[in-house]
């Protein structure tokens, strides 16, 4: 809300990504500026949630830098970067919520470890981000007793709690119907309207893509580094390099030009 | 059709030319059908001199399933390593265009796994390499949960209080009735055990020492450990391992709270108070179980058998029973906790997760009640 939109929030340095001996990506360079929409985006397999590991912190680089506004993430203490945590929000995959306890208690867990509100002023807060997703009358149902696309919205509603600077998406359609999805789609573009939020996407869903990307990276599994960044209309339209191309086109392309 | 009218599928070659042939195809080449192995097929093709191409023919099958392609798609392969040519517009619409699908992408090179046969000396170098990458493991994880401890000591641990109690109701008197029937068997076992020898020498009264200093000494604090290492230990991996597949202990990560405060913690400490407790209890069954075998057969009351087992049995024998099963309890706790934090991304891992939580607590067990022994017999109490 404060910081000034366009410039950097997340700088990554030629970042290499690797399990042992085995090198997922490398040479990584681009910059998520304040108020982006960010998509990470490639085939399948190309290290897109790696990625995204190594930007929240659970998996550390074989080499390079990640920087959240000017502080070096995984250079910094283990008290600093538990504070750079703490800005940001992340909603996995399958909505990881703890299975032992209830939407509202998922969701007050944060509100309850870190702020210094009493227990009816975090009761109405996770109410209102239940309301926000959807979910309004849900407080107490457990996670195996919704269905996944609630899931995952109870976990976008747990990754809000905190009001973070950040947003980390991961693969936020997977599961949902087309307009289940494409209400996700609206409801993130919003956060970034309304509270300035920065959002990371991973996704390869191209309508997505377009709809909401405002800058992005393309990981290439093959060459194992980036093709290229920048918005993805901009690169549909500009780029000259045959996979991104393919890739944004659902390979329709090729068949135009053959035909 | 029923399956015994139709006629199996069957195959035939007709030379055309000196490099060329036709292979045809008939009956059916559907799921029941009997068909000659297709190894032998090739072996026919191979005889074939100079072979260019085949021509596939199967106009009037009586029927067909995924067989067909399947089948085909071997003999499209060897033909391809014998660069020979194969022409299959006389094949039916429908198994042409799954052949070109079944074809459409490559097999990608270095995809395919093949058996590797190792040397022992490699077995026994992996071997060796997985015992340190463990052995690393159990030192990180202790570091880990010492520094958790040392920020419960200094009050800025994260967990939620009420997890204490709901792991302490489950390490403890969820775990009565169970550890009643053992101990209690387990006393009458040792109690049978040592009547046959000491009524020999009209010395039944003694089996209250035996049973006393065994139980108080021993076997409560072993065979509570051994049930809480089935019961608890194996919970604990199971329950972090699946929260590791769902997940869950990353969004703990990402959250700010540590997974070791959060979820290590309170199940350790639930472990660490309830064990001793538990370990009183089994104490008591199994001296109650002795008692039942010695004053009913024996012919000692039981005024006599309190008596001896008072004799027998003093505070410092209950002190290193205890001091056991605190030991055994972080024993446990750790080799569970561990396991689970240390588990892989999918079902069966949470199942090795819980096997090897319970193998381990148990080695830990037994090695650690043996070295406590010796210690005790060297120092003489």
């Given at each position: 809300?404060?910081?000034?939109?366009?410039?950097?929030?997340?700088?990554?340095?030629?970042?290499?990504?690797?399990y042992?001996?085995?090198?997922?990506?490398?040479?990584l360079?681009?910059?998520?500026?304040?108020?982006?929409?960010?998509?990470?985006?490639?085939?399948?397999?190309?290290?897109?949630?790696?990625?995204?590991?190594?930007l929240?912190?659970?998996?550390?680089?074989?080499?390079?830098?990640?920087?959240?506004?000017?502080?070096?993430?995984?250079?910094?203490?283990?008290?600093?970067?538990?504070?750079?945590?703490?800005?940001?929000?992340?909603?996995?995959?399958?909505?990881?919520?703890?299975?032992s306890?209830?939407?509202?208690?998922?969701?007050?867990?944060?509100?309850?470890?870190?702020?210094?509100?009493?227990?009816?002023?975090?009761?109405?807060i996770?109410?209102?981000?239940?309301?926000?997703?959807?979910?309004?009358?849900?407080?107490?149902?457990?996670?195996?007793?919704?269905?996944?696309g609630?899931?995952?919205?109870?976990?976008?509603?747990?990754?809000?709690?905190?009001?973070p600077?950040i947003?980390?998406?991961?693969?936020?359609?997977?599961?949902?119907?087309?307009?289940?999805?494409?209400?996700?789609?609206?409801?993130?573009?919003?956060?970034?309207?309304?509270?300035?939020t920065?959002?990371?996407?991973?996704?390869?869903?191209?309508?997505?893509?377009?709809a909401?990307?405002?800058n992005?990276?393309?990981l290439?599994?093959?060459?194992?580094?980036?093709?290229?960044?920048?918005?993805?209309?901009?690169?549909?339209?500009?780029?000259?390099?045959?996979?991104?191309?393919?890739?944004?086109?659902?390979?329709?392309?090729?068949?135009?030009?053959?035909? | 059709?029923?399956?015994?009218?139709t006629?199996?599928?069957?195959?035939?070659?007709?030379?055309v030319?000196?490099?060329?042939v036709?292979m045809?195809?008939?009956?059916?080449?559907?799921?029941?059908?009997?068909?000659?192995?297709?190894?032998?097929?090739?072996?026919?093709?191979?005889?074939?001199?100079n072979l260019?191409?085949?021509?596939?023919?199967?106009?009037?099958?009586?029927?067909?399933?995924?067989?067909?392609?399947?089948?085909?798609?071997?003999?499209?392969?060897?033909?391809?390593?014998?660069?020979?040519?194969?022409?299959?517009?006389?094949?039916?619409?429908?198994?042409?265009?799954?052949?070109?699908?079944a074809?459409a992408?490559?097999?990608?090179?270095?995809?395919?796994?093949?058996?590797?046969?190792?040397?022992?000396?490699a077995?026994?170098?992996?071997?060796?390499?997985?015992?340190?990458?463990?052995?690393?493991?159990?030192?990180?994880?202790?570091?880990?949960?010492?520094?958790?401890?040392?920020?419960?000591?200094?009050?800025?641990?994260?967990?939620?209080?009420?997890?204490?109690?709901?792991?302490?109701?489950?390490?403890?008197?969820?775990?009565?009735?169970?550890?009643?029937?053992?101990?209690?068997?387990?006393?009458?076992?040792?109690?049978?055990?040592?009547a046959?020898?000491?009524?020999?020498?009209?010395?039944?009264?003694y089996?209250?020492?035996?049973?006393?200093?065994?139980?108080?000494?021993e076997?409560?604090?072993?065979m509570?450990?051994?049930?809480?290492?089935?019961?608890?230990?194996?919970?604990?991996?199971?329950?972090?391992?699946?929260?590791?597949?769902?997940?869950?202990?990353?969004a703990?990560?990402?959250?700010?709270?540590?997974?070791?405060?959060?979820?290590?913690?309170?199940?350790?400490?639930?472990?660490i108070?309830?064990?001793?407790l538990?370990?009183?209890?089994?104490?008591?069954?199994?001296?109650?179980?002795?008692?039942m075998?010695?004053?009913?057969?024996?012919?000692?009351?039981?005024?006599?058998?309190y008596?001896?087992?008072?004799?027998?049995?003093?505070?410092?024998?209950?002190?290193?029973?205890l001091?056991?099963?605190?030991?055994f309890?972080?024993?446990?706790?750790?080799?569970?906790?561990?396991?689970?934090?240390?588990?892989g991304?999918?079902?069966?891992?949470?199942?090795?997760?819980?096997?090897?939580?319970?193998?381990?607590?148990?080695?830990?067990?037994v090695?650690?009640d043996?070295?406590?022994?010796?210690?005790?017999?060297?120092?003489?109490?």
């Amino acid at each position: 809300m404060t910081s000034a939109m366009n410039t950097p929030h997340i700088t990554v340095t030629n970042l290499t990504m690797a399990y042992g001996d085995f090198l997922i990506q490398r040479d990584l360079n681009f910059t998520i500026d304040h108020g982006d929409i960010f998509i990470i985006m490639g085939g399948s397999g190309c290290g897109k949630s790696t990625l995204l590991r190594h930007l929240i912190g659970l998996q550390r680089p074989a080499q390079g830098d990640v920087f959240y506004d000017q502080q070096d993430f995984w250079h910094a203490s283990d008290e600093e970067r538990v504070r750079i945590i703490r800005r940001i929000g992340v909603l996995y995959q399958s909505g990881a919520l703890f299975s032992s306890l209830t939407l509202a208690e998922n969701i007050a867990l944060p509100l309850g470890e870190f702020t210094h509100m009493n227990g009816r002023e975090i009761g109405d807060i996770v109410s209102y981000k239940l309301a926000l997703v959807g979910l309004a009358g849900f407080e107490d149902y457990y996670p195996s007793e919704i269905s996944g696309g609630m899931q995952k919205r109870a976990g976008l509603a747990r990754a809000m709690a905190l009001d973070p600077e950040i947003l980390f998406f991961d693969e936020p359609s997977a599961g949902l119907d087309p307009v289940s999805a494409r209400l996700l789609d609206d409801l993130i573009v919003s956060l970034r309207d309304t509270l300035g939020t920065t959002i990371v996407v991973v996704t390869h869903e191209l309508a997505s893509i377009f709809a909401i990307g405002t800058n992005s990276v393309f990981l290439d599994p093959d060459t194992k580094t980036m093709l290229a960044t920048g918005s993805p209309k901009k690169l549909l339209a500009e780029s000259s390099d045959a996979k991104i191309i393919q890739f944004l086109t659902r390979g329709e392309s090729n068949a135009n030009k053959s035909a | 059709m029923s399956v015994a009218e139709t006629v199996s599928g069957q195959v035939s070659f007709i030379p055309v030319d000196g490099s060329t042939v036709a292979m045809q195809l008939t009956g059916s080449w559907s799921n029941e059908a009997s068909i000659k192995p297709v190894e032998q097929v090739l072996e026919d093709l191979s005889a074939f001199k100079n072979l260019k191409l085949v021509l596939l023919r199967a106009q009037d099958l009586a029927g067909w399933d995924s067989r067909l392609p399947a089948y085909l798609l071997k003999i499209f392969n060897y033909c391809q390593t014998q660069h020979i040519e194969v022409d299959m517009s006389g094949l039916p619409e429908g198994a042409q265009a799954l052949l070109k699908l079944a074809r459409a992408v490559p097999e990608r090179a270095g995809a395919r796994r093949t058996a590797q046969q190792k040397s022992t000396l490699a077995e026994i170098g992996k071997a060796v390499l997985n015992g340190l990458k463990d052995a690393k493991g159990l030192l990180a994880f202790i570091g880990e949960t010492l520094l958790a401890f040392i920020a419960l000591i200094q009050a800025k641990a994260r967990f939620r209080t009420i997890d204490i109690f709901l792991c302490i109701q489950d390490a403890g008197p969820a775990a009565l009735p169970i550890v009643t029937l053992i101990s209690l068997l387990v006393g009458l076992i040792l109690a049978f055990v040592g009547a046959v020898q000491l009524a020999m020498f009209g010395a039944q009264i003694y089996i209250a020492d035996l049973v006393g200093l065994g139980t108080v000494r021993e076997m409560g604090a072993l065979m509570t450990a051994v049930i809480m290492s089935g019961r608890t230990g194996a919970a604990y991996a199971a329950q972090l391992g699946t929260m590791n597949v769902n997940s869950e202990i990353d969004a703990l990560k990402t959250m700010g709270i540590s997974p070791m405060q959060f979820l290590v913690l309170p199940r350790m400490l639930a472990l660490i108070l309830m064990m001793p407790l538990l370990c009183l209890y089994a104490d008591l069954m199994g001296m109650l179980g002795g008692a039942m075998v010695t004053v009913s057969a024996f012919d000692v009351s039981l005024i006599q058998y309190y008596n001896e087992t008072q004799k027998a049995v003093d505070l410092t024998d209950f002190g290193i029973g205890l001091f056991k099963s605190l030991v055994f309890a972080a024993l446990i706790a750790t080799a569970g906790c561990m396991r689970g934090m240390q588990c892989g991304r999918s079902a069966s891992a949470v199942g090795d997760a819980a096997t090897a939580a319970v193998v381990n607590s148990i080695v830990y067990i037994v090695v650690a009640d043996s070295v406590i022994t010796l210690i005790c017999d060297r120092l003489g109490i």
